[in-house]
Protein backbone atom coordinates (compact mmCIF):
# COMPACT_ATOMS: atom_id res chain seq x y z
CA UNK A 1 0.00 0.00 0.00
CA UNK A 2 0.94 3.80 -0.04
CA UNK A 3 -0.25 6.99 2.02
CA UNK A 4 0.01 10.07 2.57
CA UNK A 5 -0.85 13.09 3.95
CA UNK A 6 -0.57 16.87 3.98
CA UNK A 7 -1.67 19.40 6.98
CA UNK A 8 -2.26 22.68 6.89
CA UNK A 9 -2.58 23.76 2.84
CA UNK A 10 -5.85 25.30 0.95
CA UNK A 11 -5.55 21.92 -1.66
CA UNK A 12 -5.40 19.34 1.17
CA UNK A 13 -7.33 16.99 -0.12
CA UNK A 14 -6.10 17.44 -4.17
CA UNK A 15 -2.58 17.41 -3.10
CA UNK A 16 -3.49 14.16 -1.35
CA UNK A 17 -5.28 12.99 -4.34
CA UNK A 18 -2.07 13.73 -5.96
CA UNK A 19 -0.04 12.17 -4.39
CA UNK A 20 -1.93 9.50 -4.56
CA UNK A 21 -1.11 8.94 -8.15
CA UNK A 22 2.33 9.07 -7.63
CA UNK A 23 1.96 6.26 -5.24
CA UNK A 24 -0.54 3.71 -7.31
CA UNK A 25 2.07 1.06 -8.15
CA UNK A 26 2.06 0.44 -4.27
CA UNK A 27 -1.57 -0.79 -4.88
CA UNK A 28 -4.19 -0.75 -7.54
CA UNK A 29 -7.13 -2.06 -5.43
CA UNK A 30 -8.61 0.47 -3.85
CA UNK A 31 -8.28 4.29 -2.94
CA UNK A 32 -9.29 6.88 -0.53
CA UNK A 33 -8.96 10.21 0.65
CA UNK A 34 -9.92 11.84 4.18
CA UNK A 35 -9.72 15.53 4.90
CA UNK A 36 -10.66 17.75 7.58
CA UNK A 37 -12.00 20.68 8.33
CA UNK A 38 -11.01 20.88 11.16
CA UNK A 39 -14.67 19.83 12.92
CA UNK A 40 -15.83 17.39 10.11
CA UNK A 41 -13.87 14.88 8.38
CA UNK A 42 -14.72 14.11 4.71
CA UNK A 43 -13.79 10.61 3.08
CA UNK A 44 -14.20 9.36 0.12
CA UNK A 45 -13.26 5.74 -1.28
CA UNK A 46 -13.95 3.23 -3.46
CA UNK A 47 -12.27 -0.21 -5.64
CA UNK A 48 -9.73 0.32 -8.26
CA UNK A 49 -7.05 2.85 -9.35
CA UNK A 50 -7.12 6.86 -7.81
CA UNK A 51 -8.31 7.90 -11.49
CA UNK A 52 -11.13 5.60 -10.98
CA UNK A 53 -12.21 6.12 -7.96
CA UNK A 54 -12.05 9.92 -7.31
CA UNK A 55 -14.56 12.40 -9.83
CA UNK A 56 -14.79 16.01 -9.45
CA UNK A 57 -17.84 15.91 -7.25
CA UNK A 58 -15.84 13.99 -4.85
CA UNK A 59 -12.77 15.88 -4.48
CA UNK A 60 -15.21 19.33 -4.34
CA UNK A 61 -16.74 17.11 -1.08
CA UNK A 62 -13.22 17.08 0.68
CA UNK A 63 -13.09 20.07 2.53
CA UNK A 64 -10.35 21.40 5.19
CA UNK A 65 -7.01 21.98 5.00
CA UNK A 66 -5.81 18.70 6.52
CA UNK A 67 -5.88 15.09 4.76
CA UNK A 68 -4.81 11.40 3.96
CA UNK A 69 -4.69 9.30 1.58
CA UNK A 70 -4.39 5.60 1.12
CA UNK A 71 -3.98 2.88 -2.24
CA UNK A 72 -4.01 -0.43 -1.37
CA UNK A 73 -3.83 -4.01 -2.20
CA UNK A 74 -4.65 -6.81 -0.22
CA UNK A 75 -4.10 -10.54 -0.79
CA UNK A 76 -6.27 -12.92 1.87
CA UNK A 77 -8.32 -9.75 3.28
CA UNK A 78 -11.04 -9.47 0.50
CA UNK A 79 -10.75 -7.29 -2.71
CA UNK A 80 -14.44 -5.19 -1.47
CA UNK A 81 -15.44 -1.54 -0.54
CA UNK A 82 -15.39 -2.05 2.81
CA UNK A 83 -11.59 -2.55 3.04
CA UNK A 84 -10.87 0.38 1.40
CA UNK A 85 -8.88 2.89 3.84
CA UNK A 86 -8.59 5.55 5.43
CA UNK A 87 -10.63 4.63 8.39
CA UNK A 88 -12.21 6.78 10.22
CA UNK A 89 -13.73 6.89 13.46
CA UNK A 90 -15.05 8.76 15.85
CA UNK A 91 -14.62 8.37 19.40
CA UNK A 92 -14.77 9.74 23.19
CA UNK A 93 -11.82 11.52 22.08
CA UNK A 94 -13.38 13.16 18.36
CA UNK A 95 -12.61 12.48 15.23
CA UNK A 96 -9.88 10.00 14.04
CA UNK A 97 -9.11 9.24 10.53
CA UNK A 98 -5.56 6.51 9.62
CA UNK A 99 -4.13 4.93 6.83
CA UNK A 100 -1.80 2.15 7.07
CA UNK A 101 0.91 0.23 5.03
CA UNK A 102 2.34 -2.96 6.23
CA UNK A 103 1.04 -5.70 7.94
CA UNK A 104 1.14 -6.71 11.79
CA UNK A 105 1.74 -10.22 12.58
CA UNK A 106 -0.31 -10.55 15.33
CA UNK A 107 -3.38 -8.61 13.97
CA UNK A 108 -5.13 -12.11 14.41
CA UNK A 109 -4.82 -12.33 17.79
CA UNK A 110 -5.23 -9.11 18.68
CA UNK A 111 -8.35 -9.05 16.83
CA UNK A 112 -9.81 -12.19 18.83
CA UNK A 113 -8.85 -10.23 21.77
CA UNK A 114 -10.35 -7.31 21.57
CA UNK A 115 -13.75 -8.87 19.96
CA UNK A 116 -13.84 -11.59 23.39
CA UNK A 117 -13.70 -8.44 25.48
CA UNK A 118 -16.87 -6.86 23.07
CA UNK A 119 -15.20 -5.11 20.09
CA UNK A 120 -17.22 -4.98 17.06
CA UNK A 121 -15.22 -4.98 13.90
CA UNK A 122 -16.39 -4.18 10.29
CA UNK A 123 -13.08 -4.34 8.64
CA UNK A 124 -11.00 -7.14 7.80
CA UNK A 125 -7.78 -4.93 7.65
CA UNK A 126 -5.02 -4.58 10.50
CA UNK A 127 -5.78 -0.83 10.58
CA UNK A 128 -8.81 -1.67 12.46
CA UNK A 129 -6.88 -3.53 15.10
CA UNK A 130 -4.91 -0.07 15.51
CA UNK A 131 -7.99 1.89 15.57
CA UNK A 132 -9.53 -0.24 18.34
CA UNK A 133 -6.24 -0.31 19.97
CA UNK A 134 -6.13 3.30 20.20
CA UNK A 135 -9.65 4.02 20.88
CA UNK A 136 -9.06 2.33 24.36
CA UNK A 137 -5.78 3.34 24.82
CA UNK A 138 -4.94 5.22 27.98
CA UNK A 139 -3.13 8.83 27.38
CA UNK A 140 -3.72 12.19 27.28
CA UNK A 141 -3.14 12.97 23.40
CA UNK A 142 -3.45 11.07 20.40
CA UNK A 143 0.61 10.77 19.82
CA UNK A 144 0.29 8.95 23.34
CA UNK A 145 -2.80 6.65 22.90
CA UNK A 146 -0.97 5.62 19.47
CA UNK A 147 1.72 5.11 20.99
CA UNK A 148 0.26 2.85 23.61
CA UNK A 149 -1.43 1.18 20.81
CA UNK A 150 1.27 0.86 18.72
CA UNK A 151 3.12 -0.88 21.40
CA UNK A 152 0.93 -3.71 21.53
CA UNK A 153 1.30 -4.64 17.77
CA UNK A 154 4.25 -6.77 15.77
CA UNK A 155 5.20 -6.60 12.61
CA UNK A 156 5.61 -3.92 10.10
CA UNK A 157 3.65 -0.50 10.01
CA UNK A 158 3.94 3.10 8.74
CA UNK A 159 0.93 4.74 8.70
CA UNK A 160 -0.40 8.35 9.08
CA UNK A 161 -3.15 9.46 11.09
CA UNK A 162 -5.45 12.79 11.25
CA UNK A 163 -7.42 14.45 13.67
CA UNK A 164 -9.37 17.95 14.18
CA UNK A 165 -5.97 19.91 14.79
CA UNK A 166 -2.78 17.01 13.90
CA UNK A 167 -1.23 14.66 11.35
CA UNK A 168 0.79 12.15 12.49
CA UNK A 169 3.13 10.02 11.10
CA UNK A 170 4.60 6.87 12.69
CA UNK A 171 7.25 3.83 11.12
CA UNK A 172 7.76 1.07 13.33
CA UNK A 173 10.50 0.20 15.20
CA UNK A 174 12.61 -2.19 12.22
CA UNK A 175 11.38 0.44 9.65
CA UNK A 176 10.60 -2.07 7.27
CA UNK A 177 8.60 0.56 4.96
CA UNK A 178 9.78 3.69 4.27
CA UNK A 179 7.78 6.97 4.95
CA UNK A 180 8.93 10.68 3.98
CA UNK A 181 8.43 14.10 5.38
CA UNK A 182 8.43 17.19 2.85
CA UNK A 183 7.14 20.77 2.50
CA UNK A 184 4.88 22.39 0.18
CA UNK A 185 3.92 26.37 0.68
CA UNK A 186 4.76 26.24 4.88
CA UNK A 187 2.19 22.98 4.67
CA UNK A 188 3.72 19.74 5.93
CA UNK A 189 3.26 16.53 3.76
CA UNK A 190 4.01 12.78 4.85
CA UNK A 191 4.24 9.83 2.25
CA UNK A 192 5.35 6.65 1.38
CA UNK A 193 7.61 7.65 -1.21
CA UNK A 194 9.78 10.67 -2.12
CA UNK A 195 8.19 10.29 -5.69
CA UNK A 196 4.69 11.90 -4.70
CA UNK A 197 6.90 15.01 -2.87
CA UNK A 198 8.32 15.12 -6.58
CA UNK A 199 4.57 14.88 -8.30
CA UNK A 200 2.80 17.90 -5.88
CA UNK A 201 6.12 20.02 -5.57
CA UNK A 202 6.63 19.54 -2.57
CA UNK A 203 10.43 19.52 -1.15
CA UNK A 204 12.19 16.65 0.91
CA UNK A 205 12.99 17.44 4.37
CA UNK A 206 13.78 14.05 5.64
CA UNK A 207 13.13 10.49 6.26
CA UNK A 208 11.26 9.16 9.00
CA UNK A 209 13.41 7.11 10.98
CA UNK A 210 12.52 3.51 12.11
CA UNK A 211 10.48 3.85 15.15
CA UNK A 212 9.53 7.46 15.23
CA UNK A 213 6.59 9.45 15.73
CA UNK A 214 6.15 12.64 13.94
CA UNK A 215 3.32 14.74 14.90
CA UNK A 216 2.48 18.09 13.09
CA UNK A 217 0.19 20.72 14.30
CA UNK A 218 0.22 24.55 13.39
CA UNK A 219 2.55 24.91 15.66
CA UNK A 220 5.41 22.58 13.19
CA UNK A 221 6.79 18.87 13.26
CA UNK A 222 7.43 17.59 16.72
CA UNK A 223 9.21 14.11 16.55
CA UNK A 224 9.21 11.29 18.99
CA UNK A 225 10.98 7.67 19.61
CA UNK A 226 8.39 6.46 21.79
CA UNK A 227 9.08 2.87 20.90
CA UNK A 228 12.27 0.78 22.31
CA UNK A 229 14.95 1.48 19.44
CA UNK A 230 15.59 -1.91 17.69
CA UNK A 231 18.18 -2.66 14.47
CA UNK A 232 17.18 -1.09 11.34
CA UNK A 233 15.28 -3.53 8.85
CA UNK A 234 14.30 -1.33 6.00
CA UNK A 235 12.89 -3.91 3.33
CA UNK A 236 15.65 -4.35 0.62
CA UNK A 237 12.78 -5.62 -1.53
CA UNK A 238 11.54 -2.14 -1.72
CA UNK A 239 14.71 -0.97 -3.65
CA UNK A 240 14.44 -3.98 -5.94
CA UNK A 241 11.21 -4.04 -6.75
CA UNK A 242 8.50 -2.24 -5.21
CA UNK A 243 9.40 1.16 -5.04
CA UNK A 244 9.11 3.59 -7.54
CA UNK A 245 12.96 4.12 -9.38
CA UNK A 246 12.45 7.81 -9.03
CA UNK A 247 12.65 7.51 -5.60
CA UNK A 248 15.16 8.20 -3.07
CA UNK A 249 14.43 5.77 -0.06
CA UNK A 250 16.59 6.65 3.79
CA UNK A 251 18.76 8.55 1.30
CA UNK A 252 19.48 5.61 -1.28
CA UNK A 253 17.59 6.27 -4.96
CA UNK A 254 16.21 3.30 -5.92
CA UNK A 255 17.30 3.44 -9.24
CA UNK A 256 20.54 3.94 -8.97
CA UNK A 257 20.55 0.89 -6.54
CA UNK A 258 18.99 -1.14 -9.36
CA UNK A 259 21.66 -0.13 -11.43
CA UNK A 260 24.06 -0.85 -9.26
CA UNK A 261 23.01 -4.27 -8.78
CA UNK A 262 22.38 -4.95 -12.47
CA UNK A 263 26.07 -3.98 -12.50
CA UNK A 264 26.86 -6.93 -9.83
CA UNK A 265 24.96 -9.39 -11.24
CA UNK A 266 27.28 -8.91 -14.54
CA UNK A 267 30.31 -9.61 -11.92
CA UNK A 268 28.86 -12.51 -10.95
CA UNK A 269 27.31 -14.42 -14.04
CA UNK A 270 29.31 -13.08 -16.74
CA UNK A 271 28.25 -14.99 -20.05
CA UNK A 272 28.89 -14.62 -24.14
CA UNK A 273 25.45 -12.96 -25.67
CA UNK A 274 24.88 -10.64 -28.39
CA UNK A 275 22.28 -8.67 -26.17
CA UNK A 276 21.13 -7.48 -22.77
CA UNK A 277 17.14 -7.41 -22.75
CA UNK A 278 15.48 -6.35 -19.56
CA UNK A 279 11.81 -7.64 -18.81
CA UNK A 280 10.04 -4.20 -18.44
CA UNK A 281 9.53 -2.86 -16.15
CA UNK A 282 10.98 -3.91 -12.82
CA UNK A 283 14.14 -5.64 -14.92
CA UNK A 284 15.24 -2.57 -17.18
CA UNK A 285 17.34 -0.72 -14.81
CA UNK A 286 19.28 -4.04 -13.43
CA UNK A 287 19.63 -4.87 -17.04
CA UNK A 288 21.13 -1.14 -17.92
CA UNK A 289 23.90 -2.11 -15.27
CA UNK A 290 24.66 -5.31 -16.30
CA UNK A 291 25.04 -4.16 -20.02
CA UNK A 292 26.87 -1.34 -18.65
CA UNK A 293 29.24 -3.84 -16.71
CA UNK A 294 29.38 -6.83 -19.46
CA UNK A 295 29.56 -4.24 -22.52
CA UNK A 296 26.94 -5.45 -24.42
CA UNK A 297 24.25 -3.96 -26.04
CA UNK A 298 21.05 -3.11 -23.95
CA UNK A 299 18.22 -3.55 -26.24
CA UNK A 300 14.63 -3.58 -25.84
CA UNK A 301 13.08 -6.85 -27.32
CA UNK A 302 9.93 -6.80 -24.85
CA UNK A 303 7.63 -3.78 -24.98
CA UNK A 304 4.98 -3.79 -22.07
CA UNK A 305 1.72 -2.73 -22.82
CA UNK A 306 1.56 0.19 -19.87
CA UNK A 307 -2.86 0.29 -19.66
CA UNK A 308 -2.22 -3.14 -17.88
CA UNK A 309 -1.88 -3.67 -14.25
CA UNK A 310 1.57 -5.12 -12.65
CA UNK A 311 0.50 -9.43 -12.59
CA UNK A 312 1.21 -9.65 -9.47
CA UNK A 313 -1.32 -7.09 -7.79
CA UNK A 314 -4.10 -9.20 -10.03
CA UNK A 315 -6.16 -11.34 -7.52
CA UNK A 316 -6.85 -14.35 -9.31
CA UNK A 317 -4.55 -16.82 -10.57
CA UNK A 318 -6.62 -17.12 -13.80
CA UNK A 319 -6.14 -13.54 -14.55
CA UNK A 320 -2.24 -13.94 -13.60
CA UNK A 321 -1.30 -16.45 -16.92
CA UNK A 322 -3.63 -14.20 -19.19
CA UNK A 323 -2.22 -11.19 -18.18
CA UNK A 324 1.63 -12.31 -19.78
CA UNK A 325 0.54 -11.99 -22.65
CA UNK A 326 -1.71 -8.68 -22.67
CA UNK A 327 1.30 -7.31 -20.98
CA UNK A 328 4.67 -7.91 -23.17
CA UNK A 329 5.35 -8.59 -26.58
CA UNK A 330 8.54 -9.30 -27.85
CA UNK A 331 10.40 -7.66 -30.91
CA UNK A 332 11.26 -10.46 -33.20
CA UNK A 333 14.10 -7.97 -35.08
CA UNK A 334 15.85 -7.29 -31.85
CA UNK A 335 15.82 -10.80 -30.22
CA UNK A 336 15.96 -12.80 -34.12
CA UNK A 337 18.84 -15.18 -34.08
CA UNK A 338 20.75 -13.88 -31.31
CA UNK A 339 22.04 -14.75 -28.19
CA UNK A 340 20.01 -12.80 -25.39
CA UNK A 341 20.49 -12.26 -22.05
CA UNK A 342 17.18 -11.67 -19.94
CA UNK A 343 17.30 -9.98 -16.97
CA UNK A 344 14.18 -9.41 -14.28
CA UNK A 345 14.40 -8.63 -10.96
CA UNK A 346 13.01 -12.32 -9.32
CA UNK A 347 11.33 -15.46 -9.92
CA UNK A 348 8.57 -15.82 -7.64
CA UNK A 349 6.12 -18.75 -9.04
CA UNK A 350 7.86 -18.73 -12.23
CA UNK A 351 4.95 -18.84 -14.19
CA UNK A 352 5.55 -15.62 -15.76
CA UNK A 353 9.33 -15.85 -16.14
CA UNK A 354 8.81 -19.52 -18.01
CA UNK A 355 5.83 -17.71 -20.28
CA UNK A 356 8.39 -14.83 -21.41
CA UNK A 357 11.43 -16.88 -22.02
CA UNK A 358 9.24 -18.82 -24.44
CA UNK A 359 7.88 -15.97 -25.60
CA UNK A 360 11.66 -15.11 -26.43
CA UNK A 361 12.55 -18.24 -28.12
CA UNK A 362 9.45 -18.03 -30.33
CA UNK A 363 10.31 -14.50 -31.54
CA UNK A 364 13.65 -16.46 -32.96
CA UNK A 365 16.34 -16.54 -30.29
CA UNK A 366 19.30 -18.74 -30.21
CA UNK A 367 19.68 -18.74 -26.54
CA UNK A 368 18.19 -17.41 -23.47
CA UNK A 369 20.29 -16.97 -20.15
CA UNK A 370 18.23 -15.86 -17.48
CA UNK A 371 19.61 -13.50 -15.03
CA UNK A 372 18.17 -12.14 -11.67
CA UNK A 373 19.31 -9.26 -9.83
CA UNK A 374 18.13 -11.14 -6.89
CA UNK A 375 18.32 -14.02 -4.66
CA UNK A 376 16.06 -17.08 -4.97
CA UNK A 377 13.07 -16.39 -3.43
CA UNK A 378 12.87 -18.58 -0.97
CA UNK A 379 10.22 -17.16 2.11
CA UNK A 380 7.23 -15.42 1.87
CA UNK A 381 6.59 -11.96 3.23
CA UNK A 382 5.12 -11.20 6.53
CA UNK A 383 5.65 -7.59 6.90
CA UNK A 384 3.51 -5.99 3.74
CA UNK A 385 4.84 -7.66 0.75
CA UNK A 386 2.49 -9.57 -0.87
CA UNK A 387 4.57 -12.95 -1.80
CA UNK A 388 2.75 -16.26 -1.90
CA UNK A 389 3.27 -19.07 0.66
CA UNK A 390 6.71 -20.79 0.25
CA UNK A 391 4.80 -24.21 -1.75
CA UNK A 392 4.10 -21.77 -4.22
CA UNK A 393 7.71 -20.47 -4.45
CA UNK A 394 9.34 -21.96 -7.04
CA UNK A 395 12.90 -21.41 -5.58
CA UNK A 396 11.76 -22.94 -2.14
CA UNK A 397 10.41 -26.43 -3.91
CA UNK A 398 12.88 -26.74 -7.03
CA UNK A 399 16.57 -26.81 -7.88
CA UNK A 400 17.90 -24.55 -9.59
CA UNK A 401 18.67 -26.74 -11.97
CA UNK A 402 14.84 -27.58 -12.29
CA UNK A 403 13.84 -24.01 -12.12
CA UNK A 404 16.03 -23.89 -15.67
CA UNK A 405 14.73 -26.60 -16.98
CA UNK A 406 11.07 -25.84 -16.49
CA UNK A 407 11.60 -22.11 -17.66
CA UNK A 408 13.19 -23.27 -20.87
CA UNK A 409 16.39 -21.28 -20.69
CA UNK A 410 20.01 -22.50 -21.49
CA UNK A 411 21.20 -20.99 -18.10
CA UNK A 412 19.75 -19.41 -15.50
CA UNK A 413 21.46 -17.54 -12.48
CA UNK A 414 20.69 -15.27 -9.57
CA UNK A 415 23.10 -12.34 -8.07
CA UNK A 416 24.15 -13.71 -3.91
CA UNK A 417 22.58 -11.46 -0.96
CA UNK A 418 26.58 -10.65 -1.04
CA UNK A 419 26.30 -9.16 -4.48
CA UNK A 420 22.90 -7.37 -3.69
CA UNK A 421 24.68 -5.66 -0.96
CA UNK A 422 27.35 -4.82 -2.74
CA UNK A 423 25.33 -3.22 -5.38
CA UNK A 424 23.55 -1.46 -2.22
CA UNK A 425 26.44 -0.04 -1.09
CA UNK A 426 26.84 -2.69 1.88
CA UNK A 427 24.60 -4.01 4.44
CA UNK A 428 24.46 -0.53 6.66
CA UNK A 429 22.12 0.85 8.03
CA UNK A 430 20.35 -2.62 8.06
CA UNK A 431 18.02 -4.27 6.20
CA UNK A 432 15.42 -6.94 6.13
CA UNK A 433 16.09 -9.75 3.50
CA UNK A 434 14.11 -12.71 5.21
CA UNK A 435 12.43 -13.75 1.54
CA UNK A 436 15.84 -14.64 0.59
CA UNK A 437 17.78 -15.50 3.35
CA UNK A 438 15.13 -16.77 5.76
CA UNK A 439 16.49 -14.77 8.51
CA UNK A 440 12.91 -13.29 10.04
CA UNK A 441 13.48 -10.02 12.22
CA UNK A 442 9.95 -11.04 13.54
CA UNK A 443 8.67 -14.32 13.70
CA UNK A 444 5.69 -14.46 12.51
CA UNK A 445 3.33 -15.22 15.22
CA UNK A 446 1.79 -19.30 14.75
CA UNK A 447 0.24 -19.51 10.85
CA UNK A 448 0.31 -16.05 9.96
CA UNK A 449 -3.19 -14.99 8.65
CA UNK A 450 -2.52 -12.32 6.57
CA UNK A 451 -5.39 -9.72 7.02
CA UNK A 452 -4.08 -6.67 5.28
CA UNK A 453 -1.00 -6.10 3.57
CA UNK A 454 0.41 -2.70 2.16
P1 LIG B 1 7.02 -15.43 -12.03
O1 LIG B 1 7.93 -15.89 -13.12
O2 LIG B 1 7.53 -15.79 -10.71
O3 LIG B 1 5.61 -15.90 -12.25
O4 LIG B 1 6.96 -13.85 -12.10
C1 LIG B 1 8.12 -13.11 -12.00
C2 LIG B 1 7.75 -11.68 -12.12
O5 LIG B 1 6.94 -11.33 -10.99
C3 LIG B 1 8.95 -10.77 -12.11
O6 LIG B 1 8.94 -9.99 -13.28
C4 LIG B 1 8.75 -9.90 -10.90
O7 LIG B 1 8.95 -8.54 -11.25
C5 LIG B 1 7.33 -10.09 -10.47
N1 LIG B 1 7.24 -10.01 -8.98
C6 LIG B 1 8.08 -9.34 -8.21
N2 LIG B 1 7.72 -9.40 -6.93
C7 LIG B 1 6.67 -10.11 -6.83
C8 LIG B 1 5.89 -10.50 -5.72
O8 LIG B 1 6.08 -10.13 -4.58
N3 LIG B 1 4.89 -11.31 -5.99
C9 LIG B 1 4.67 -11.74 -7.25
N4 LIG B 1 3.69 -12.59 -7.43
N5 LIG B 1 5.36 -11.32 -8.32
C10 LIG B 1 6.37 -10.53 -8.13
FE1 LIG C 1 10.91 -7.06 2.18
FE2 LIG C 1 11.33 -9.67 1.77
FE3 LIG C 1 11.62 -8.61 4.21
FE4 LIG C 1 9.20 -8.82 3.11
S1 LIG C 1 10.56 -10.51 3.70
S2 LIG C 1 10.02 -7.07 4.22
S3 LIG C 1 9.66 -8.43 0.96
S4 LIG C 1 12.84 -8.17 2.36
MG1 LIG D 1 8.42 -7.94 -13.36
Redesign the pocket.
Known amino acids: CGVCGVFGHEEAANLTYLGLYALQHRGQEAAGVTSCDGTLFHTHRGMGRVADVFGAEDMDRLKGRHAIGHVRYSTSGASVERNAQPLVIDYQHGGLGMAHNGNLVNAAQLRQDLERQGSIFQTEMDTEVIIHLVARALGTSVEERLANALREVRGAYTLVALTESRLVGARDPLGFRPLVLGEIDGAYVLASETCALDLIGAELIRDIEPGEMVVITRDGVRSLFPFEPQPRRMCV?EYM??ARPDSTLDGINVYNARKAIGRELAREHPVEADVVVP?PD??VAAAMGYAEESGLPLELGLIRNHYVG???IEPKQAI?HFG?KVKLNAVRDVLKGKRVILV?????????????VGMVKAAGAEEVHMRISAPP?IGP?HYG????DRDQL?AATHTQEQIRSS?GCETLAYLSLDGLYRGMGGRAPGYCDA?FSDDYPVAPEGKVQQMSLL
Do not use: E, H, M, W
Request: glycine share 6%; hydrophobic share 35%.
Open positions: FYFVSGRTFRVDDSIVRGTTSAKITCIDTPILC
